[in-house]
């Protein structure tokens, strides 16, 4: 029988966006987080680099948005980077108070400057400060008695009220899988706040954990919510290539601190490509690397930073060594082999400053939305500085909204009469490995008209394969997130053939002008197509 749960606000995901809500509404409310795994499992965690504020006299907010604004490459939502970046120094402020102990030097912080930044204002925590805010806040979550902290849940689908017949449209809850007992629960709720991450697991290379499946970007899609600029996937240019490696990020860091992309001849090349060389914008630098790797046929570039004293690489980088000496690389001695990967996804479901949704009672906050901050290509360290400013005014909303007489309806469990234990589990690591693959080859950092729709061809098979296995067999992990991965790589290559220009994160042979005039991505469940404005509804 379906476990049922209640609480007054469901948050999925437990990265730095949904511990930021949870930690401002639980003076007023119950909150419950699920997490797909432990607190290792998000993005936020493996964050390396910092978070981006203005706390030096020299630098200001008007040059940070300028920045900002730069990067996004017309696309950004102007009064949303505003609202962001003048909001940027109380979440500051509120993560020292929750106990992070930011890197200090002298009377001030110690601050690093990343690709995009024309000031060194990005705080940090040696290279690791991810997972020093996403600790703290978790103990600060585990502290708090009207917090339930709840691993190893990986939410299926949203509950609409409207879905259930005769009821208005408003969120109710999800159905969620508890991976230790493999059955579904029911977790009922007056809000629900998505704090799932992106999806960059669509993509065979990339930065992220396992738990990068678009799951939020898909439940949202299929619950009605509209999704924007999709077609902007930032790929990070210096992931550590090693056989054994996996995917473990260089921090940008580390090009701020005076690393030089080289060949394997030890020629420079960024330099070529824009003025600002290795910390130009990402988009331009992983697209050099790439044009680079395939004009000489090359694995890999270096990133060379072994012109600075070991003292300093061992202070600033300790992570980031201890890691590549595992493989036999000494950063103070060694040129690090680097290659891009998927790492960041700047488009997702469409919301406002309050993280408000298509669907009433529904919240989306961080990655896994488009909220107008990141346009088309992200400044580096504005990531979880959306989530820490979106998670306190989501939270700001909600409280007002506490007492708003809610209809009360239980929702129906989950029917598993029909269903029957697979014995072809093969079908799923097939697809996901395709999948993965042609993604890869076909809808990467370079892209043509023809790539595109070969794409879209594949994932209409894999679709309908995916639907049949689902509907005849018990959910799985594997089963839930390869459905979401297919349905957000359907919504990339749809809005990626949809542009015809390229701008930003998006590059297509076939359009390599870029409109005067920058337009939105906006599909919507119901058909239409494009809308040049973002307009959530309250």
């Not at 990070?236 to 921090?251: D, E, G």
């Not at 007489?405 to 589990?425: F, L």
């Not at 042609?438 to 894999?462: P, Q, S």
């Amino acid at each position: 029988m379906t476990q049922r749960f209640s609480t007054d606000i469901l948050i999925i995901g437990g990265g730095a966006a949904g511990l930021s809500a949870a930690l401002h509404l639980a003076p007023k409310a119950r909150v419950t987080v699920l997490c797909k795994g432990g607190i290792e499992s998000g993005s936020s965690h493996w964050a390396q680099g910092g978070i981006a504020a203005v706390t030096d006299p020299d630098d200001s907010a008007e040059s940070h948005i300028a920045d900002t604004l730069e990067a996004g490459a017309g696309l950004c939502d102007e009064n949303i980077v505003n609202f962001v970046v003048n909001e940027a120094p109380k979440s500051i402020d509120q993560l020292a108070e929750w106990g992070v102990d930011f890197d200090v030097e002298g009377n001030g912080y110690h601050l690093t400057r990343e690709g995009g930044h024309s000031f060194r204002r990005v705080l940090h925590v040696a290279d690791a400060t991810g997972r020093a805010i996403t600790e703290t806040m978790t103990q600060q979550v585990l502290d708090h008695p009207n917090i339930e902290l709840l691993n190893d849940r990986v939410a299926i689908d949203l509950i609409n009220l409207s879905r259930l017949g005769r009821y208005p449209n408003r969120v109710a809850g999800a159905y969620v899988l508890n991976r230790t007992t493999e059955h579904v629960e029911v977790f009922q709720a007056k809000f629900v706040i998505l704090a799932t991450g992106g999806a960059s697991k669509v993509y065979l290379y990339t930065s992220n954990p396992d738990s990068s499946t678009g799951d939020g970007i898909a439940m949202a899609w299929r619950a009605g919510c509209r999704v924007a600029n999709l077609e902007f996937n930032q790929f990070h240019p210096t992931c550590l290539y090693h056989p054994h490696a996996k995917s473990f990020l260089i921090s940008e860091a580390v090009r701020g601190e005076g690393g030089l992309l080289r060949l394997p001849d030890g020629e420079r090349f960024m330099e070529r490509f824009d003025s600002r060389g290795e910390l130009a914008p990402r988009d331009i630098v992983a697209r050099a690397i790439d044009h680079e790797m395939k004009r000489l046929g090359l694995d890999c570039v270096h990133l060379d930073i072994t012109h600075k004293p070991e003292a300093f690489i061992e202070t600033h980088f300790p992570t980031i060594s201890s890691r590549c000496k595992e493989f036999g690389i000494d950063m103070a001695a060694d040129p690090i082999p680097v290659v891009p990967a998927a790492h960041y996804t700047c488009g997702g479901v469409v919301v406002d400053n309050f993280g408000r949704t298509d669907i009433p009672g529904l919240f989306a906050i961080g990655e896994v939305t488009c909220s107008g901050l990141h346009g088309a290509n992200r400044l580096a360290s504005n990531s979880l500085l959306e989530c820490l400013v979106f998670g306190r005014s989501a939270a700001a909303h909600i409280e007002q909204h506490l007492d708003r007489e809610i209809p009360k309806v239980e929702a129906p469990h989950w029917d598993e009469s029909r269903v029957t234990n697979s014995d072809e589990d093969v079908v799923i690591a097939h697809n996901w490995d395709e999948l993965r693959r042609f993604m890869w080859d076909y809808v990467g950092i370079v892209r043509t008209n023809k790539r595109l729709e070969r794409a879209r061809r594949r994932i209409d098979v894999l679709k309908q394969e995916i639907h049949e296995y689902y509907s005849h067999y018990h959910v799985t992990n594997d089963l839930i997130e390869l459905r979401n991965l297919i349905q957000v790589a359907e919504l990339t290559v749809d809005s990626a053939l949809s542009r015809t220009e390229s701008r930003g994160l998006h590059y297509n042979l076939d359009y390599p002008d870029t409109h005067e005039r920058a337009e939105d991505t906006i599909l919507f469940p119901g058909g239409a197509d494009r809308l040049s404005t973002l307009m959530p509804t309250s």
